[in-house]
């Protein structure tokens, strides 16, 4: 009798479905490009998703193991970790386009009366979340960003749904959030308080240079850094006459190297630190990044813009500095996706080389995913597409015509793809944007701010010489 009640029980077991798991969200038939250790590309893969994480990626026969809520059939198409923009000023949007035409000094003519007479909460809030919709749609999950009231950037970002590391920015001289020099520390302070355990804002302190901040108050944002363990984010070595102007702030500078050899030897390059820009040092300085971990975001296109220079991020990447890409604000490069950075990170390092072989298309996907989130310290969380990382990512247009004929799913990527292509973006889990449709915010409310935004940038624009090209 045993016998036979345990056979029954073996041709139920048999018998009885498999429970598929519950989860949020489950993509199916995608191209999977995983940018994890191994650089898996998954053809006709499926990936699951529930709460903010990814709980399991692998081929077709994964998705009978899981039933969604939310089912996207990806029909081939792209599935990749969102890109990460590792410098902005994402408020300046509401003046880009604005001092374009000849004039003489577009930061003292143009941008800083700007700011003086037009910022406030209102102006720096609506603005940022105009780009972080901007940014969504061009398939940046990630961005780091350098200005004033980053609070209220912080607000905007989390309405949008993009993860930001948001550095509150600390100057020698009065701006629009403090009426004293250097006010930015105890704002950055109480910012940091305020988001320190926020699942998608990661505040920071934002020295904003070493020729705006003087050695005291540069080693005060490493101590909050080092307090909070929290980023700090700075522009570095970005002007070819940067020593000069450091030196007039830092005169026992005078000693020193280079710029990059000072700030070690006062004690302020830290892991914590990603460096903007990075364009004029040497050989010795890129071996110091590297030795104290910090960080760099290269911005081809704001550098040559600016006529800045070109960095040699070709040779800090094979140093193996923690390297990836950013955009600088809309007023420096007026574009903010980072698929349009790629090809340009190649076509000017081969360009100052004269040679044609730096920089795979891989490679360039590796600084706009995997590399940034190093550079971010972030590795563990994003980055990648991996089961217990965040569920971060975006669906790319396989079949639009410039993705033809797709041999190789990189160099498609990298050289190939535009803003445009981006179908679908996820951040944390959650939808942000689907077949082109921004779902996290009411966009014809938004539209009404901005236009007041807008209005009131271009009135006073309009009164400023070379703010507006007017045909008279």
Same mark, same amino acid.
């Given at each position: 009798m045993s016998r036979r009640l345990s056979l029954i029980g073996l041709c139920l077991s048999i018998a009885a479905p498999v429970m598929a798991e519950p989860v949020d969200i489950l993509i199916t038939d995608a191209t999977i490009v995983t940018m994890d250790a191994e650089r898996q590309v998954i053809?006709?893969?499926?990936?699951?998703? =529930?709460?903010?994480?990814?709980?399991?990626?692998?081929g077709a026969d994964l998705a009978a193991s899981y039933e969604a809520d939310h089912v996207i059939d990806a029909g081939g198409d792209i599935v990749m970790p969102g890109m990460i923009n590792l410098h902005n000023h994402i408020s300046m949007v509401a003046f880009r386009g604005l001092g374009e035409y000849e004039v003489e000094n577009l930061l003292f003519d143009v941008m800083f009366p700007l700011e003086k007479e037009l910022l406030n909460r209102n102006l720096i809030h609506v603005s940022a979340r105009q780009s972080a919709i901007e940014l969504a749609m061009g398939g940046v999950t990630t961005f780091a960003d350098m200005y004033y009231?980053?609070?209220?950037?912080?607000?905007?970002?989390?309405?949008?749904? !993009?993860?930001?590391? &948001?550095?509150?920015?600390?100057?020698?001289?009065?701006?629009?959030?403090?009426?004293?020099?250097?006010?930015?520390?105890?704002y950055a302070e109480k910012f940091?308080?305020?988001?320190?355990?926020?699942? !998608? /804002?990661?505040? +920071?302190?934002?020295?904003?240079?070493? *020729?705006?901040?003087? =050695?005291?108050?540069?080693?005060? +944002?490493?101590?909050?850094?080092?307090?909070?363990?929290?980023?700090? !984010?700075?522009?570095?070595?970005? #002007?070819?006459?940067?020593?000069e102007m450091v030196l007039?702030?830092?005169?026992?500078?005078?000693?020193?190297?280079?710029?990059?050899?000072?700030?070690?030897?006062?004690? #302020?390059?830290?892991?914590? &630190?990603?460096?903007?820009?990075?364009?004029?040092?040497?050989?010795?300085?890129?071996? &110091? !990044? =590297?030795?104290?971990?910090?960080?760099? +975001?290269?911005?081809?296109?704001?550098?040559?813009?600016?006529?800045?220079?070109?960095?040699?991020?070709?040779?800090?990447?094979?140093?193996?500095?923690?390297?990836?890409?950013?955009?600088?604000?809309?007023?420096?490069?007026?574009?903010?996706? /980072? &698929?349009?950075?790629?090809? *340009?990170?190649?076509?000017v390092a081969r360009l100052r080389l004269h040679d044609a072989r730096p920089?795979?298309?891989?490679?360039?996907?590796?600084?706009?995913?995997?590399?940034?989130?190093?550079?971010?310290?972030?590795?563990?969380?994003?980055?990648?597409?991996?089961?217990?990382?965040?569920?971060?990512?975006?669906?790319?247009?396989?079949?639009?015509?410039?993705?033809?004929?797709?041999?190789?799913?990189?160099?498609?990527?990298a050289f190939g793809a535009y803003p445009g292509n981006v179908l679908t973006t996820i951040v944390n889990g959650q939808r942000v944007m689907e077949d082109r449709k921004i779902l996290t915010i009411d966009v014809e409310s938004h539209d009404a701010e901005w236009k007041a935004v807008k209005d009131r940038v271009k009135a006073f624009a309009e009164t400023l010489e070379g703010g507006i090209r007017n045909e008279r």
């Open positions: 053809e006709k893969g499926a990936l699951a998703i =529930k709460g903010r994480d990814i709980v399991a990626i692998g009231h980053e609070d209220e950037v912080a607000r905007a970002t989390k309405e949008v749904g !993009l993860r930001g590391v &948001l550095g509150e920015t600390v100057i020698g001289f009065p701006v629009v959030d403090s009426k004293k020099p250097y006010g930015g520390l105890a940091i308080q305020d988001f320190k355990d926020d699942d !998608l /804002i990661t505040p +920071a302190i934002a020295p904003h240079a070493p *020729y705006t901040v003087d =050695k005291e108050h540069l080693l005060a +944002a490493r101590a909050i850094s080092d307090k909070y363990e929290v980023p700090m !984010l700075m522009h570095m070595v970005e #002007f070819p006459d940067e020593y007039e702030r830092h005169p026992d500078m005078a000693n020193a190297r280079s710029e990059i050899a000072y700030l070690d030897e006062i004690g #302020f390059l830290s892991p914590r &630190l990603l460096a903007k820009h990075v364009i004029h040092l040497d050989d010795a300085d890129m071996d &110091l !990044l =590297k030795e104290r971990g910090v960080g760099v +975001a290269h911005n081809p296109k704001a550098n040559s813009k600016a006529a800045s220079g070109i960095s040699p991020a070709w040779e800090m990447m094979k140093k193996g500095v923690d390297i990836g890409l950013g955009t600088d604000g809309p007023m420096s490069s007026n574009q903010m996706d /980072i &698929l349009t950075v790629m090809h *340009y990170v190649a076509s920089y795979t298309p891989l490679e360039l996907v590796e600084m706009a995913t995997i590399g940034g989130a190093r550079a971010l310290d972030k590795q563990d969380d994003i980055g990648s597409l991996e089961a217990g990382k965040r569920a971060d990512l975006i669906i790319i247009d396989r079949d639009a015509p410039n993705m033809q004929p797709g041999y190789d799913v990189y160099a498609a990527i």
